[in-house]
Nanobody
Framework: QVQLVESGGGLVQAGGSLRLSCVAS????????MGWYRQAPGKERQLVAT???????TYADSVKGRFTISRDNAKNTVYLQMNSLKPEDTAVYYC??????????????WGQGTQVTVSS
């Protein structure tokens, strides 16, 4: 059993900041990558940022310079610091992780999603 639990979403004014957190727990041997995706109404779920072990972080062009992804490996936690938020950032944000379980089964896991709403 593996769970991803997200927190930090909410309503913020344009130009404001939020920090999202996602904690992975359960029968985990290793996590090779963690990241964030978002899905706005009527749009496809899109990559926001990823932090892959042994590699540089990657960002969608739309958030470069504004968002920062970071990980606390000891706590199996990934964060997304979101600054200078814009109304177009409004979406449901999903945590994602590539996890090898204690049963030696590797797959992607998703969080439940957290709503981020940026008012104009």
């Amino acid at each position: 059993q593996v769970q991803l639990v997200e927190s930090g979403g909410g309503l913020v004014q344009a130009g404001g900041s939020l920090r999202l957190s996602c904690v992975a727990s359960g029968s985990i041997l290793s996590i090779s990558a963690m990241g964030w995706y978002r899905q706005a109404p009527g749009k496809e779920r899109q990559l926001v940022a990823t932090d892959t072990s042994g590699s540089s972080a990657t960002y969608a062009d739309s958030v470069k310079g504004r968002f920062t992804i970071s990980r606390d490996n000891a706590k199996n936690t990934v964060y997304l610091q979101m600054n200078s938020l814009k109304p177009e950032d409004t979406a449901v944000y999903y945590c994602n992780a590539q996890i090898l379980t204690t049963s030696y089964w590797q797959r992607q896991y998703w969080g439940q999603g957290t709503q981020v709403t940026v008012s104009s």
